[in-house]
């Protein structure tokens, strides 16, 4: 690892010009990566700045070295009085003290502190202050959201947002940025803070309102003093509104940014900028509620979702009207044995039994399980409480959501999962227990918002 003590870092470039960068202070470090106040001496007025290295050891993920060249990439592009300015960047095949070359990163320094530490320092904003800084984060965002293709900063927290000297709000730290447009069905490396970060970045979809869900989330912890994975939430909304003594309608304006279904959310930070100026006509979140008399129960995070869907209830006696009109068969099927023509009349009867508990039975004293977290899903079918089915995989791979198109009169459909193996050409599909039309629309937002797919 590289030592403190004033360290000198030569970098000679492929123009045969050479830089040195003087280590001063350890501003941050992990397993692999360091972060550090340095001075250049390459200047005349000897200007500090940041160096960020990064260890390109064996252990290393690759995801890690992919976003720290994708970091370099980005600033070298972007020219904006809030966001730091690339300077260099470098590979340093031997270093004192280390068995592994390390690839860094040079940018501007910007002196000042950062939210994160004002709020260690127990520091509390005024209503007028937050506005200001919401103010500010979002016109930097107007600039990274409408470049072409979009830049996301997909890491937005108090910590990277640095309360300037001249009391302007700066964004730093790239490490987590996107510069692709999402495609359809397209994935990126998941990456972000808990407690900041919407359930559609969870599942690799980040897109420009994700952002505003950051800035959202920010605002919460620096009105409330508690970052907001600590503070409870409710049909998966930050609940904050009676922690803090603020305008109703600023509070609502937050409400939007923090909305946990993407479609629902304020969608650019220049839509953000206009709500938050007319933020009185804003109405409250919409809540996505339970049906009532629903037996569906859910148990929702950032993390995971767990869903049991019980059997039909009292629908399910209605099964016994038509158990009732094959009683007469299997009352007489002992006579019919007694007959050398038995046979047929016992296959008609098996046929239809089988027909009926596959068709009727099953669905209505089934229960359905349902299991996701950010890496697998697990469904499984039980019966008077036994599992006979289960199927497991990985969530990245659930391609939709959805109820299928059934004739008007037919029975009713349960949720539907599509499903698309890694290795196979084809589509598998999953249909829960049966479900009334209110209760199957309600599950099938649910389960898509969860899962940021549609």
């Not at 129960?297 to 209830?313: M, V």
């Not at 598998?428 to 039309?437: E, N």
């Amino acid at each position: 690892m590289v030592q403190e003590g004033g360290q000198v870092l030569c970098i000679r470039q492929a123009t045969g010009q050479e830089s040195r960068y003087q280590l001063k202070e350890k501003l941050g470090q992990n397993a692999s990566r360091q972060t550090w106040l340095a001075v250049d001496l390459g200047t005349q007025s000897q200007e500090q700045v940041v160096v960020k290295l990064l260890a390109l050891s064996p252990q290393m993920q690759w995801d890690e070295h992919k976003l720290f060249e994708r970091e370099a990439q980005v600033l070298k592009n972007l020219d904006h009085p809030r966001i730091p300015k690339y300077r260099d960047d470098f590979v340093l095949e031997q270093q004192a003290g280390s068995r592994f070359p390390w690839f860094g990163l040079v940018q501007s320094y910007v002196p000042g502190t950062s939210f994160q530490q004002l709020l260690d320092q127990g520091y509390r904003f005024s209503e007028s202050q937050i506005e200001k800084i919401a103010t500010e984060i979002l016109s930097i965002l107007v600039y990274l959201h409408e470049l072409d293709p979009p830049v996301l900063h997909r890491d937005i927290k108090p910590s990277n947002l640095i309360w300037g000297e001249d009391e302007r709000v700066y964004l730093v730290d790239f490490g987590a940025v996107q510069d692709q447009a999402v495609l359809e069905g397209a994935t990126f490396t998941v990456v972000g803070t808990y407690g900041y970060v919407p359930m559609e970045q969870f599942a690799g979809r980040a897109v420009p309102a994700s952002d505003l869900y950051a800035v959202g989330a920010t605002l919460i912890h620096l009105l409330t003093g508690t970052s907001p994975a600590d503070l409870p939430y409710r049909d998966s909304r930050i609940q904050f509104a009676d922690r803090v003594s603020v305008d109703l309608g600023f509070v609502h304006w937050i409400g939007k940014l923090t909305e946990p279904n993407v479609t629902e959310r304020l969608s650019t930070a220049r839509q953000a900028l206009d709500a938050l100026k007319n933020r009185h006509a804003l109405t409250p979140p919409l809540t996505s509620r339970k049906p009532t008399g629903s037996r569906i129960q859910i148990k929702k995070s950032a993390e995971k979702l767990e869903i049991n869907i019980p059997k039909r209830g009292k629908k399910a006696f209605k099964l016994f009207y038509v158990i009732g009109l094959i009683i007469p068969f299997i009352w007489h099927l002992p006579q019919w044995m007694s007959l050398g023509t038995a046979g047929p009349y016992i296959m008609l009867i098996l046929i239809l039994l089988f027909v009926l508990f596959q068709a009727m039975v099953l669905p209505a004293f089934r229960h359905t399980d349902l299991y996701f977290d950010r890496e697998h899903f697990d469904i499984r079918w039980k019966l008077f409480g036994n599992c006979y089915w289960r199927f497991r995989g990985k969530t990245p791979l659930i391609s939709r959501v959805y109820e299928e198109i059934v004739q008007r009169g037919s029975a009713p459909r349960g949720v539907t999962i599509e499903y698309v193996a890694k290795y196979y050409s084809d589509k598998r599909t999953f249909t829960s227990s049966p479900l009334a039309t209110v209760e199957r629309h309600w599950l099938i937002s649910e389960i898509q918002d969860w899962l940021g797919v549609k």
